[in-house]
């Protein structure tokens, strides 16, 4: 009975070598047996090279390297020879040993000296030599295992685990292709014009025109944003965080509403994640002290669970103690005090006053500026109203 490995904890079968290879392998090694083998000669063949050759003329054997024992032989054997040693191994008929041959050969583990491109087994005399084999850890692929580990047979346990596994397939949650294309459809229609390579940068790109009034009207800090800086705060939290005039005004918003503190700590955090080594311990025990402890000037609120991973945490503190009570203040502005900063007036009237900046200089590339358009076609421009050319003869003297 055929034996495959046994499932792993996470639902998958290890990988192992198909049974009908092994089944072919236990034939290549019934062949090179000494006593009861394919008789074996030595060959010479006036050619230049022959691919996978080894030099040496020394008999294998079952123990020596490569595929479960196999090892390279140049020495040789007729494919007559082959015939009649598997008609007499499996008692089987020479049609059927030939096509049991070629198989071999096709699977790479005997191997023509004279056509190395017909993959097929002659029963005359020409010459034929085993393969050299591949080390059994390289069929494994990237789940490197041992070639010996624990086997099962195709019981009933394999057959309850495998169904288990493809139940768990099925139920598994995935995403249509239609609404994948449509969120794909969305983010380049929404961030198409604030591509510069796409839409153009304004009032001019200044790699090529020497012109900086681009990057000083978006540097990290300015005093009016342009419109398309303010739009882009709309398309993500991450977004509006990630710009520092955004978060300035974002704090605005939430100072009105009593909730700085969120965005207080989430800074703080920032500042303990990505500052110095040294400054870990006070930087935590500060924090701690502002946002977390009991009766803290700015506490923030986190559940229970959150507050005692963060305690245990805080016995040895790190730079990333605190990141579950971050994320938790996080996902509560995501979800509260952002939409509603979108809606609010402070953020409406920062796209009212927001700067357009209007092109300053020519475009150097003008397809990119103006949408194309397809010319007419010839057709379409002619009327019936027109009348027919005729044409004159060569040489003619203009009369019909």
Not at 11 to 35: A, C, N, Y
Not at 111 to 120: C, F, I, K, Q, W
Not at 225 to 233: C, G, N
Not at 327 to 356: C, N, Q, T, W
Request: glycine share 8%; net charge positive; aromatic share 8%.
């Amino acid at each position: 009975m055929a034996t495959v490995a046994g499932c792993t904890p996470h639902g998958r079968s290890s990988r192992t070598q198909r049974p009908h290879l092994s089944k072919m392998e236990r034939v290549i090694v019934s062949m090179q047996d000494p006593d009861q083998g394919v008789k074996m000669r030595s060959q010479r063949l006036l050619i230049t090279a022959i691919p996978h050759a080894v030099a040496g003329e020394t008999r294998g054997h079952p123990g020596g390297a490569g595929r479960r024992g196999l090892r390279p032989l140049c020495l040789s054997r007729a494919g007559r020879d082959v015939v009649e040693w598997l008609v007499q191994k499996f008692c089987i008929s020479e049609e059927e040993a030939l096509h049991l041959g070629t198989l071999l050969a096709q699977h790479g583990y005997i191997y023509p000296l004279r056509e190395s491109r017909d993959l097929t087994l002659h029963p005359d005399e020409t010459p034929y030599r085993f393969q050299p084999g591949a080390p059994n850890i390289l069929e494994q692929g990237p789940e490197r295992g041992s070639y010996n580990s624990s086997r099962v047979q195709m019981s009933s346990d394999f057959y309850k685990c495998e169904i288990e596994r493809f139940r768990k397939a099925l139920g598994r949650n995935r995403v249509k292709s239609s609404v994948c294309l449509e969120a794909y459809l969305k983010f380049s229609s929404q961030h198409g014009p604030h591509d510069p390579i796409l839409s153009g940068c304004l009032p001019s790109n200044p790699w090529i025109t020497d012109d900086v009034t681009y990057w000083a009207m978006n540097a990290p800090k300015v005093a009016a944003p342009t419109k398309l800086r303010v739009e882009r705060w709309s398309f993500s939290f991450r977004e509006l965080l990630d710009d520092p005039v955004g978060r300035g005004h974002f704090m605005d918003f939430l100072q009105k509403e009593f909730s700085a503190e969120n965005l207080s700590f989430w800074e703080a955090c920032e500042e303990l994640r990505f500052g110095g080594q040294a400054q870990v311990p006070a930087l935590v025990d500060a924090v701690y002290q502002q946002f977390l402890a009991p009766g803290a000037a700015r506490w923030v609120n986190i559940d229970s669970r959150t507050m005692e991973w963060t305690l245990e945490g805080m016995r040895q503190p790190h730079r990333y103690v605190l990141d579950a009570a971050q994320l938790h203040i996080y996902m509560l502005m995501k979800k509260d005090s952002y939409p509603r900063f979108l809606k609010s007036d402070i953020y409406k009237g920062l796209l009212e006053e927001a700067v357009i900046p209007l092109e300053t200089k020519r475009w150097a590339f003008p397809f990119l500026r103006k949408p194309l358009h397809s010319s007419p076609s010839p057709v379409l421009q002619s009327t019936p109203e027109e009348p027919a050319v005729t044409s004159i003869p060569a040489g003619g003297n203009g009369e019909q």
